[in-house]
């Protein structure tokens, strides 16, 4: 397991952008996958973007294609979500997360096998 701890949230109004931001501890880090999730008030963690661990390839959950961009620096153990255009359906407590991977491609999607997770980052959006 991983040490993560996000940064970067915020208060902002819809149609902004924001920069989140994870740094992990240990010198495993890209033999993670690493992953962000968001969770609404009374709703489940859900899925929002992973990247493989040597980002050679990238997935985002549909509502957020084209708006959120997903990076890493394995040099410096960091993994960002760089969010545009970003709507009052976007505001969340986001989450970072990592799992262990022996692929440079994988890209999981389920919360189930991360096994590393951040405290979380409260992003809102006013309309």
């Known amino acids: 397991q991983v040490s993560l701890v996000e940064s970067g949230g915020g208060l902002v109004q819809a149609g902004d952008s924001l920069r989140l931001s994870c740094a992990a501890s240990?010198?495993?880090?890209?033999?993670?996958?690493m992953g962000w999730f968001r969770q609404a008030p009374g709703k489940e963690r859900e899925f929002v973007a992973t990247?493989?661990?040597?980002?050679?390839?990238?997935y985002y959950r549909d509502s957020v294609k084209g708006r959120f961009t997903i990076s890493r620096d394995n040099a410096q153990n960091t993994v960002h979500l760089e969010m545009s255009s970003l709507k009052p359906e976007d505001t969340a407590v986001y989450y970072c997360?990592?799992?262990?991977?022996?692929?440079?491609?994988?890209?999981?999607?389920?919360?189930?096998?991360?096994?590393?997770w951040g405290q979380g980052t409260q992003v809102t959006v006013s309309s």
């Open positions: 997360a990592a799992a262990p991977s022996r692929s440079d491609f994988a890209t999981p999607s389920s919360k189930y096998v991360y096994d590393s």
């Open positions: 240990g010198r495993t880090f890209s033999t993670y996958a």
């Open positions: 990247i493989s661990r040597v980002g050679t390839r990238t």
